[in-house]
């Protein structure tokens, strides 16, 4: 019954969580404000909260689960992707708390774990399978043969989905992370009221860039015409773009699941969060007789379970990493 600390801090979330046997007792998540004002996650900013976060977050994770640190068989941690500012906080805590408590360091993929998570609830996806990985990062569509054996089919060319969103709701004039109150507002609004293109990229691969730009211009000349047009139409406007966004997801997803004859569908990363991705993603596995799974709330967003249940399939493989580990800002799977 191996005894997993692990802990997350690629952005801006600090997180630590504890898994005994495959199950977690314990998620704890520290967001950080500090970014709110400044319309996107500042990096030295982010990595001065994490060092004030990160021992609290594994304090509370470790009383949530009742365990005490001397139990703990191992330390998971994300190596990365992501700010290696960041990073670098949550690899240096894993490898002093390894060295201290003697016992091995787990490296995790921050991208496969967000895949991973759909390990941690009862019904899990059989491989091999799908998942449309959709965070402020990446937009990836990656073919599961095994826990660790996954390959990258498709990826965004520029930005990510949820940059989308973000730099979405900034030309709206809405705070950072706008992915969900573009969300809430969505859920008010008309999604057919404006339309906007959908890019013609070749393959699995996706772009976001062109979209971005047909936003910002689309609000440009309607706000000349009208100055109240964004506060007269907000919910339509987030209800449309939320749309858009999800068909050009979603057309991809269902292109891949036809050509590799996939049955078994995942969604996952921050962006799954979002109702019209995630009701158009259930839909498309009830309109084929597709399989869909989506991750409970609390391990779509970054959160250290996640990294746990890698770690966990990671401990039982034996694959452990030295304490001359470094951080990656880029990590291939
Ligand atoms: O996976 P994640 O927590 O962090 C990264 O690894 O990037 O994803 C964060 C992204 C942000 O862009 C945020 O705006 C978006 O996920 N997001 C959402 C929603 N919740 C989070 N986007 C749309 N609708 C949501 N409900
Ligand atoms: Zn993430």
Redesign the pocket.
């Known amino acids: 019954m191996p005894v997993i600390l692990a802990i997350e801090s ?2 801006d ?1 600090t997180s630590a969580s504890v898994c005994v046997d495959g199950a977690i007792l314990s998620n704890v998540i520290a967001n950080q404000t500090i970014h709110e004002a400044y319309g996107g996650v500042v990096p030295e900013l982010a990595s001065r909260v994490h060092q004030q976060n990160i021992v609290p977050a594994v304090q509370q994770a470790l009383f949530n689960a009742k365990i005490d640190k001397n139990d703990i068989d191992a330390v998971a941690f994300t190596r990365g992707p ?1 700010l290696l500012g960041s990073l670098l906080v949550g690899v240096s805590f894993a490898k002093a708390f390894a060295l201290a408590k003697n016992i091995p360091l787990i490296e995790v993929n ?1 991208m496969q774990a ?1 895949i991973l998570a759909h390990f941690i609830a009862d019904k899990k996806p059989s491989f091999p399978f799908l998942c449309l990985t ?5 937009t990836q569509i990656v073919l599961i043969k095994d826990y660790f054996d996954m390959e990258i089919i498709g990826q965004t060319l520029d930005d ?4 989308a ?2 730099k979405t ?1 900034k030309i709206l004039g809405l705070p950072y ?4 109150l ?2 809430k507002n969505a859920r008010n609004g008309n999604p057919d009221a404006y339309t906007f293109p959908e890019p013609q990229i070749p393959g699995f691969d996706f772009s976001f860039s062109g979209l971005k730009t047909s936003i910002l211009y689309f609000i440009r000349d309607n706000v000349a015409k009208n100055p109240d047009f964004i506060q007269q139409n907000m919910n339509d406007i987030c209800a449309s773009v ?1 749309k858009r966004i999800a068909t050009i997801l979603l057309n991809k997803l269902k292109r891949a699941a036809e050509q590799y004859g996939i049955k078994d569908l995942a969604l996952a ?3 799954s ?3 019209g ?1 995630r009701e158009g993603f259930t839909k498309l596995g009830i309109d084929n007789g597709w399989n869909t799974f989506i991750p409970k709330f609390e391990y ?3 959160n250290a379970a996640m990294i746990a249940i890698a770690g966990y399939y990671k401990y039982l493989k034996g694959e452990f990493i030295g304490q001359d580990v470094a951080p990656m800002a880029r990590m291939p799977f």
């Open positions: 690629s952005c979330e992501g921050h967000h959709v965070s402020g990062g990446h990510a989905a949820g940059e969103m973000d709701s992370p706008g992915g969900p573009i969300d939320e990363g921050g962006v969060a979002n109702t991705l779509c967003t970054d």
